[in-house]
Protein backbone atom coordinates (compact mmCIF):
# COMPACT_ATOMS: atom_id res chain seq x y z
CA UNK A 1 0.00 0.00 0.00
CA UNK A 2 2.85 2.59 1.18
CA UNK A 3 4.52 1.66 -2.12
CA UNK A 4 1.30 2.38 -4.37
CA UNK A 5 0.90 6.01 -2.55
CA UNK A 6 4.54 6.77 -3.19
CA UNK A 7 4.50 5.81 -6.70
CA UNK A 8 0.93 7.66 -7.49
CA UNK A 9 2.51 10.81 -5.70
CA UNK A 10 5.33 10.56 -7.93
CA UNK A 11 3.65 10.64 -10.91
CA UNK A 12 0.95 13.15 -9.68
CA UNK A 13 4.18 15.67 -8.83
CA UNK A 14 6.03 15.15 -12.34
CA UNK A 15 2.46 15.77 -14.44
CA UNK A 16 2.08 19.11 -12.47
CA UNK A 17 5.86 20.30 -13.14
CA UNK A 18 5.64 19.30 -17.13
CA UNK A 19 2.29 21.74 -16.94
CA UNK A 20 3.31 24.19 -15.00
CA UNK A 21 6.84 24.60 -17.34
CA UNK A 22 4.68 24.38 -20.59
CA UNK A 23 2.76 26.81 -18.81
CA UNK A 24 5.66 29.63 -17.94
CA UNK A 25 7.10 28.80 -21.14
CA UNK A 26 3.97 30.32 -23.27
CA UNK A 27 3.87 33.45 -20.99
CA UNK A 28 7.15 34.39 -21.61
CA UNK A 29 6.07 34.38 -25.11
CA UNK A 30 9.14 31.35 -25.99
CA UNK A 31 9.05 29.10 -28.87
CA UNK A 32 7.49 25.73 -28.45
CA UNK A 33 10.38 23.01 -28.68
CA UNK A 34 8.30 20.14 -29.15
CA UNK A 35 6.05 19.31 -31.46
CA UNK A 36 2.71 20.85 -30.54
CA UNK A 37 -0.12 18.33 -30.40
CA UNK A 38 -1.85 18.39 -34.16
CA UNK A 39 0.36 20.41 -36.02
CA UNK A 40 2.69 19.05 -38.76
CA UNK A 41 6.08 19.32 -39.30
CA UNK A 42 5.22 21.79 -42.66
CA UNK A 43 2.94 24.43 -41.09
CA UNK A 44 4.98 24.65 -37.69
CA UNK A 45 6.76 27.66 -38.89
CA UNK A 46 2.95 29.03 -39.29
CA UNK A 47 1.54 28.03 -36.08
CA UNK A 48 5.09 29.59 -34.52
CA UNK A 49 3.92 32.94 -35.97
CA UNK A 50 0.64 32.80 -34.85
CA UNK A 51 1.62 32.78 -31.44
CA UNK A 52 4.12 35.65 -31.57
CA UNK A 53 1.29 37.59 -33.01
CA UNK A 54 -1.61 36.72 -30.78
CA UNK A 55 1.37 37.62 -27.73
CA UNK A 56 2.16 40.64 -29.22
CA UNK A 57 -1.58 41.61 -30.03
CA UNK A 58 -2.74 40.73 -26.15
CA UNK A 59 0.49 43.03 -25.06
CA UNK A 60 -0.60 45.33 -27.26
CA UNK A 61 -4.37 45.62 -25.46
CA UNK A 62 -3.30 45.29 -22.50
CA UNK A 63 -1.33 48.67 -22.53
CA UNK A 64 -3.69 50.17 -24.55
CA UNK A 65 -5.92 49.93 -22.18
CA UNK A 66 -3.94 51.42 -19.46
CA UNK A 67 -5.14 54.87 -21.41
CA UNK A 68 -7.30 57.07 -20.80
CA UNK A 69 -7.70 59.44 -24.08
CA UNK A 70 -8.96 57.35 -26.77
CA UNK A 71 -12.56 58.01 -28.32
CA UNK A 72 -14.88 56.31 -30.27
CA UNK A 73 -17.30 57.64 -32.50
CA UNK A 74 -19.85 55.46 -34.47
CA UNK A 75 -21.76 57.53 -37.30
CA UNK A 76 -23.98 55.08 -38.17
CA UNK A 77 -24.70 52.58 -35.15
CA UNK A 78 -28.34 51.19 -36.67
CA UNK A 79 -28.89 49.31 -40.34
CA UNK A 80 -31.68 48.19 -42.15
CA UNK A 81 -31.51 45.16 -43.74
CA UNK A 82 -35.02 45.47 -45.51
CA UNK A 83 -36.69 42.82 -46.63
CA UNK A 84 -34.77 39.17 -45.90
CA UNK A 85 -36.38 35.69 -46.92
CA UNK A 86 -37.05 33.08 -43.88
CA UNK A 87 -33.70 31.07 -43.27
CA UNK A 88 -31.15 33.31 -44.59
CA UNK A 89 -27.93 32.79 -43.02
CA UNK A 90 -25.34 34.93 -43.07
CA UNK A 91 -26.56 38.38 -43.57
CA UNK A 92 -23.89 41.05 -42.44
CA UNK A 93 -23.37 44.40 -42.16
CA UNK A 94 -19.68 46.26 -41.87
CA UNK A 95 -19.61 49.11 -39.13
CA UNK A 96 -17.07 52.09 -39.11
CA UNK A 97 -15.90 52.12 -35.77
CA UNK A 98 -13.32 55.67 -35.46
CA UNK A 99 -10.58 56.56 -32.79
CA UNK A 100 -11.12 60.50 -32.48
CA UNK A 101 -9.26 60.33 -29.75
CA UNK A 102 -5.30 60.15 -28.94
CA UNK A 103 -4.56 57.38 -27.78
CA UNK A 104 -5.16 53.59 -29.01
CA UNK A 105 -8.78 52.51 -28.76
CA UNK A 106 -9.40 48.79 -27.75
CA UNK A 107 -12.37 46.78 -29.17
CA UNK A 108 -14.35 43.54 -27.61
CA UNK A 109 -17.75 42.03 -27.90
CA UNK A 110 -19.50 42.16 -25.03
CA UNK A 111 -22.63 39.69 -26.26
CA UNK A 112 -25.33 40.31 -28.67
CA UNK A 113 -29.33 40.15 -27.80
CA UNK A 114 -29.74 36.59 -29.69
CA UNK A 115 -27.29 33.64 -30.24
CA UNK A 116 -28.25 34.21 -34.00
CA UNK A 117 -26.70 37.35 -33.97
CA UNK A 118 -22.37 37.46 -33.82
CA UNK A 119 -20.24 40.33 -34.17
CA UNK A 120 -16.78 39.88 -35.51
CA UNK A 121 -14.16 42.37 -34.60
CA UNK A 122 -11.22 41.32 -36.76
CA UNK A 123 -8.56 44.01 -35.19
CA UNK A 124 -9.47 45.26 -32.03
CA UNK A 125 -6.68 48.01 -31.60
CA UNK A 126 -7.61 51.07 -33.40
CA UNK A 127 -4.52 53.41 -33.37
CA UNK A 128 -5.54 57.12 -32.67
CA UNK A 129 -7.20 58.95 -35.73
CA UNK A 130 -7.80 55.36 -37.56
CA UNK A 131 -11.13 53.20 -38.54
CA UNK A 132 -11.83 49.71 -37.62
CA UNK A 133 -15.06 48.01 -38.88
CA UNK A 134 -16.97 45.60 -36.80
CA UNK A 135 -19.07 43.06 -38.66
CA UNK A 136 -22.59 41.89 -37.53
CA UNK A 137 -23.57 38.92 -38.68
CA UNK A 138 -27.51 37.57 -38.08
CA UNK A 139 -28.94 34.17 -39.10
CA UNK A 140 -32.23 34.05 -40.11
CA UNK A 141 -34.72 31.41 -38.51
CA UNK A 142 -36.84 29.77 -40.82
CA UNK A 143 -39.90 30.35 -39.28
CA UNK A 144 -39.78 34.31 -38.66
CA UNK A 145 -42.25 35.74 -40.57
CA UNK A 146 -42.26 39.58 -38.84
CA UNK A 147 -39.79 42.40 -38.60
CA UNK A 148 -37.27 42.05 -36.26
CA UNK A 149 -34.36 43.94 -34.59
CA UNK A 150 -31.04 42.51 -33.17
CA UNK A 151 -28.26 44.03 -31.00
CA UNK A 152 -24.35 43.56 -30.46
CA UNK A 153 -22.25 45.15 -27.32
CA UNK A 154 -18.92 46.66 -27.92
CA UNK A 155 -16.99 47.51 -25.46
CA UNK A 156 -14.13 49.98 -25.25
CA UNK A 157 -11.59 51.87 -22.99
CA UNK A 158 -13.30 55.12 -23.78
CA UNK A 159 -13.90 56.24 -20.06
CA UNK A 160 -16.93 58.18 -21.96
CA UNK A 161 -18.48 55.74 -23.86
CA UNK A 162 -17.16 51.62 -22.28
CA UNK A 163 -20.20 50.26 -24.32
CA UNK A 164 -21.63 51.32 -27.63
CA UNK A 165 -24.95 49.62 -29.55
CA UNK A 166 -24.92 47.97 -32.88
CA UNK A 167 -28.00 47.45 -34.00
CA UNK A 168 -29.43 45.49 -37.50
CA UNK A 169 -33.71 45.31 -38.45
CA UNK A 170 -35.30 44.79 -40.69
CA UNK A 171 -38.38 42.45 -41.92
CA UNK A 172 -38.66 39.26 -43.25
CA UNK A 173 -40.27 38.29 -46.04
CA UNK A 174 -43.73 36.67 -44.99
CA UNK A 175 -44.36 33.02 -47.30
CA UNK A 176 -48.34 33.63 -46.92
CA UNK A 177 -50.34 36.95 -45.36
CA UNK A 178 -53.50 38.24 -45.72
CA UNK A 179 -54.62 42.06 -46.21
CA UNK A 180 -58.14 43.15 -45.34
CA UNK A 181 -59.45 45.97 -43.82
CA UNK A 182 -60.85 43.94 -40.83
CA UNK A 183 -62.46 40.15 -41.26
CA UNK A 184 -63.13 40.00 -37.51
CA UNK A 185 -65.72 42.35 -37.44
CA UNK A 186 -67.79 42.17 -40.62
CA UNK A 187 -71.53 43.70 -41.05
CA UNK A 188 -74.26 42.13 -42.80
CA UNK A 189 -78.06 42.81 -43.17
CA UNK A 190 -80.72 40.39 -42.69
CA UNK A 191 -82.37 39.44 -46.41
CA UNK A 192 -79.41 40.64 -48.09
CA UNK A 193 -75.93 39.14 -49.04
CA UNK A 194 -72.88 39.98 -47.48
CA UNK A 195 -69.72 40.62 -49.91
CA UNK A 196 -66.28 41.35 -48.98
CA UNK A 197 -62.84 40.08 -50.22
CA UNK A 198 -59.03 40.15 -48.87
CA UNK A 199 -55.69 39.31 -50.56
CA UNK A 200 -53.74 36.47 -50.16
CA UNK A 201 -50.27 37.17 -51.14
CA UNK A 202 -46.66 35.42 -50.53
CA UNK A 203 -42.98 37.51 -50.72
CA UNK A 204 -41.31 34.60 -51.06
CA UNK A 205 -42.87 32.65 -53.69
CA UNK A 206 -42.85 34.32 -57.20
CA UNK A 207 -45.63 32.30 -59.04
CA UNK A 208 -48.45 30.30 -56.90
CA UNK A 209 -51.61 29.33 -58.07
CA UNK A 210 -54.81 28.65 -55.95
CA UNK A 211 -56.15 24.76 -57.03
CA UNK A 212 -58.96 24.66 -54.59
CA UNK A 213 -60.76 25.83 -51.53
CA UNK A 214 -63.11 24.99 -48.90
CA UNK A 215 -65.45 26.82 -46.69
CA UNK A 216 -67.35 25.90 -43.30
CA UNK A 217 -70.61 26.52 -44.43
CA UNK A 218 -72.16 26.01 -47.62
CA UNK A 219 -73.91 29.66 -47.51
CA UNK A 220 -70.24 30.88 -48.76
CA UNK A 221 -69.15 31.06 -52.13
CA UNK A 222 -65.33 32.55 -53.18
CA UNK A 223 -63.81 33.37 -56.44
CA UNK A 224 -60.19 34.56 -56.49
CA UNK A 225 -58.51 36.25 -59.51
CA UNK A 226 -55.01 37.52 -59.76
CA UNK A 227 -53.88 41.08 -58.48
CA UNK A 228 -52.50 43.51 -60.27
CA UNK A 229 -49.14 44.80 -60.61
CA UNK A 230 -49.81 47.92 -58.77
CA UNK A 231 -51.03 46.24 -55.68
CA UNK A 232 -48.44 43.37 -55.63
CA UNK A 233 -45.48 46.37 -55.55
CA UNK A 234 -47.63 48.09 -52.82
CA UNK A 235 -48.10 44.96 -50.22
CA UNK A 236 -44.09 43.97 -51.40
CA UNK A 237 -45.62 40.84 -52.86
CA UNK A 238 -43.86 38.61 -55.44
CA UNK A 239 -47.73 37.29 -56.30
CA UNK A 240 -51.05 37.27 -55.07
CA UNK A 241 -54.56 36.64 -55.59
CA UNK A 242 -57.69 38.85 -54.66
CA UNK A 243 -60.37 36.41 -53.02
CA UNK A 244 -63.91 37.48 -53.46
CA UNK A 245 -66.29 36.10 -50.66
CA UNK A 246 -69.98 35.88 -51.08
CA UNK A 247 -71.75 34.59 -47.72
CA UNK A 248 -75.97 34.33 -47.83
CA UNK A 249 -77.62 36.13 -45.09
CA UNK A 250 -80.16 34.42 -42.89
CA UNK A 251 -83.99 35.52 -44.68
CA UNK A 252 -85.07 36.99 -40.95
CA UNK A 253 -83.16 36.39 -37.87
CA UNK A 254 -79.61 38.62 -36.58
CA UNK A 255 -77.23 36.21 -35.18
CA UNK A 256 -73.33 36.58 -34.86
CA UNK A 257 -71.62 33.85 -37.29
CA UNK A 258 -67.47 32.57 -36.69
CA UNK A 259 -66.70 31.08 -40.46
CA UNK A 260 -63.39 29.77 -42.03
CA UNK A 261 -62.17 29.75 -45.26
CA UNK A 262 -59.13 27.15 -46.79
CA UNK A 263 -57.54 27.88 -49.87
CA UNK A 264 -55.39 25.34 -51.03
CA UNK A 265 -51.55 26.54 -52.62
CA UNK A 266 -49.78 25.25 -54.95
CA UNK A 267 -46.10 27.11 -55.66
CA UNK A 268 -44.96 26.27 -59.46
CA UNK A 269 -41.25 26.36 -58.49
CA UNK A 270 -40.98 24.55 -55.30
CA UNK A 271 -43.76 22.14 -55.98
CA UNK A 272 -44.85 22.75 -52.75
CA UNK A 273 -48.66 22.60 -51.52
CA UNK A 274 -50.35 24.27 -48.60
CA UNK A 275 -53.84 24.88 -47.19
CA UNK A 276 -54.33 28.54 -45.69
CA UNK A 277 -56.77 29.15 -43.50
CA UNK A 278 -58.72 32.63 -43.79
CA UNK A 279 -61.34 32.64 -40.71
CA UNK A 280 -63.37 35.79 -40.55
CA UNK A 281 -66.13 36.97 -37.98
CA UNK A 282 -69.33 39.44 -37.34
CA UNK A 283 -72.79 39.59 -37.35
CA UNK A 284 -76.22 40.31 -39.36
CA UNK A 285 -78.06 43.17 -38.27
CA UNK A 286 -81.53 43.35 -37.75
CA UNK A 287 -83.88 44.19 -40.54
CA UNK A 288 -85.13 47.58 -39.61
CA UNK A 289 -83.17 50.84 -38.98
CA UNK A 290 -84.23 53.49 -36.37
CA UNK A 291 -83.26 56.95 -37.36
CA UNK A 292 -83.37 60.64 -36.16
CA UNK A 293 -82.03 63.25 -33.84
CA UNK A 294 -83.39 62.75 -30.80
CA UNK A 295 -83.03 59.04 -30.88
CA UNK A 296 -80.06 57.28 -28.94
CA UNK A 297 -78.66 54.20 -28.16
CA UNK A 298 -81.10 53.23 -25.69
CA UNK A 299 -84.15 54.14 -27.38
CA UNK A 300 -86.53 57.70 -27.40
CA UNK A 301 -87.02 59.24 -24.34
CA UNK A 302 -90.51 61.01 -24.54
CA UNK A 303 -89.88 63.04 -21.41
CA UNK A 304 -92.76 64.03 -18.94
CA UNK A 305 -96.22 64.35 -21.07
CA UNK A 306 -99.64 65.98 -19.95
CA UNK A 307 -102.19 64.22 -21.38
CA UNK A 308 -104.26 66.88 -24.27
CA UNK A 309 -101.07 68.56 -24.56
CA UNK A 310 -100.98 67.01 -28.18
CA UNK A 311 -97.50 66.87 -28.21
CA UNK A 312 -96.16 64.78 -31.01
CA UNK A 313 -92.52 62.68 -31.66
CA UNK A 314 -91.18 62.06 -35.03
CA UNK A 315 -88.34 59.23 -36.34
CA UNK A 316 -87.39 57.33 -39.36
CA UNK A 317 -87.45 53.62 -40.22
CA UNK A 318 -85.66 51.83 -43.06
CA UNK A 319 -85.94 48.60 -44.02
CA UNK A 320 -83.12 47.29 -44.81
CA UNK A 321 -83.60 44.95 -48.11
CA UNK A 322 -83.90 45.40 -51.86
CA UNK A 323 -87.16 44.28 -52.04
CA UNK A 324 -89.86 46.90 -52.39
CA UNK A 325 -91.65 46.97 -49.22
CA UNK A 326 -94.98 48.11 -49.84
CA UNK A 327 -97.16 47.58 -46.98
CA UNK A 328 -95.23 48.65 -43.24
CA UNK A 329 -97.43 49.09 -40.59
CA UNK A 330 -97.18 49.22 -36.81
CA UNK A 331 -97.47 45.90 -35.35
CA UNK A 332 -97.36 47.19 -31.99
CA UNK A 333 -97.55 50.27 -28.89
CA UNK A 334 -97.28 50.16 -25.51
CA UNK A 335 -98.01 51.18 -22.43
CA UNK A 336 -102.02 52.33 -23.60
CA UNK A 337 -102.89 55.62 -24.83
CA UNK A 338 -100.24 56.21 -27.34
CA UNK A 339 -100.64 55.98 -30.62
CA UNK A 340 -98.40 55.69 -33.46
CA UNK A 341 -98.55 56.54 -37.37
CA UNK A 342 -96.93 55.71 -40.42
CA UNK A 343 -96.49 57.24 -44.28
CA UNK A 344 -93.69 56.26 -46.50
CA UNK A 345 -90.66 58.89 -47.42
CA UNK A 346 -91.17 59.26 -51.32
CA UNK A 347 -87.57 59.90 -52.15
CA UNK A 348 -85.98 57.27 -50.03
CA UNK A 349 -86.45 53.79 -50.96
CA UNK A 350 -87.95 51.75 -48.00
CA UNK A 351 -88.17 54.70 -45.52
CA UNK A 352 -90.42 55.38 -43.35
CA UNK A 353 -91.78 58.48 -41.14
CA UNK A 354 -93.33 57.41 -37.62
CA UNK A 355 -95.26 59.87 -35.46
CA UNK A 356 -95.90 59.07 -31.91
CA UNK A 357 -98.55 61.28 -30.25
CA UNK A 358 -100.42 61.09 -27.07
CA UNK A 359 -104.32 60.23 -26.65
CA UNK A 360 -106.60 62.42 -25.09
CA UNK A 361 -108.30 59.63 -22.96
CA UNK A 362 -104.87 58.15 -22.01
CA UNK A 363 -104.39 57.69 -18.01
CA UNK A 364 -101.27 58.54 -16.21
CA UNK A 365 -98.97 55.99 -16.80
CA UNK A 366 -94.56 55.58 -16.22
CA UNK A 367 -92.87 53.14 -18.39
CA UNK A 368 -89.31 54.37 -16.85
CA UNK A 369 -87.05 52.19 -15.44
CA UNK A 370 -88.91 48.76 -13.68
CA UNK A 371 -91.34 49.43 -17.00
CA UNK A 372 -90.63 49.92 -20.78
CA UNK A 373 -92.57 51.43 -23.55
CA UNK A 374 -92.23 50.62 -27.47
CA UNK A 375 -93.03 50.68 -30.47
CA UNK A 376 -92.70 47.85 -33.33
CA UNK A 377 -92.64 48.12 -37.26
CA UNK A 378 -93.19 45.29 -39.16
CA UNK A 379 -93.80 44.30 -43.18
CA UNK A 380 -97.17 42.95 -43.53
CA UNK A 381 -96.32 40.85 -46.82
CA UNK A 382 -93.37 39.49 -44.56
CA UNK A 383 -94.34 39.32 -40.97
CA UNK A 384 -90.71 38.35 -39.56
CA UNK A 385 -89.39 41.24 -41.35
CA UNK A 386 -90.17 43.56 -38.28
CA UNK A 387 -88.13 45.43 -35.22
CA UNK A 388 -88.91 47.25 -32.13
CA UNK A 389 -87.53 50.40 -30.73
CA UNK A 390 -87.52 51.00 -26.68
CA UNK A 391 -89.69 54.06 -25.47
CA UNK A 392 -89.39 55.84 -21.92
CA UNK A 393 -91.69 58.39 -20.03
CA UNK A 394 -94.46 59.03 -18.10
CA UNK A 395 -98.05 60.83 -19.10
CA UNK A 396 -99.33 62.69 -16.23
CA UNK A 397 -102.73 64.13 -15.70
CA UNK A 398 -103.47 67.61 -17.40
CA UNK A 399 -102.93 70.48 -14.69
CA UNK A 400 -106.09 72.30 -13.61
CA UNK A 401 -106.06 75.82 -13.93
CA UNK A 402 -106.53 78.26 -10.86
Known amino acids: MLSL ?50 RQEQLAI ?73 RVV ?31 QGRIRSKWSVQAEDLMRLKGSIGQPLEFSCVLYSQLFDDFVVLDWEASSEKIQVEVQPIGDLQRVSLHARSGYKVNVVYAAPAYDASPFDETIRLNVFDMKSEETEWI ?42 FKTDD ?19 EPIERVKNTYRVTLRVADDAVPTRFRFDKQGFVEVADRDHPRRSDWMPLFGEFIAKLQSP
Open 277 to 318: EVPFRGRFGKPLVFHGPALDTSGLDLGTIEIGSNKEWSFFVR
Open 62 to 134: EDAKKNSSPRVLVEQATFDFGFLAPGTNGASHDFVVKNVGEGDLVLSSGGTSCKCTIAEIEDRVVPAGQSRSV
Open 5 to 54: RSTGSRMFLGGLSVCMAFGFAISLGAVVKNKPYGVPDHRRAEFEQKLRLL
Open 324 to 342: RVTDPYIKSISPEGLHAAI
Open 138 to 168: WNVGAEVTDSYQQTALIETNDPTHETIELTV
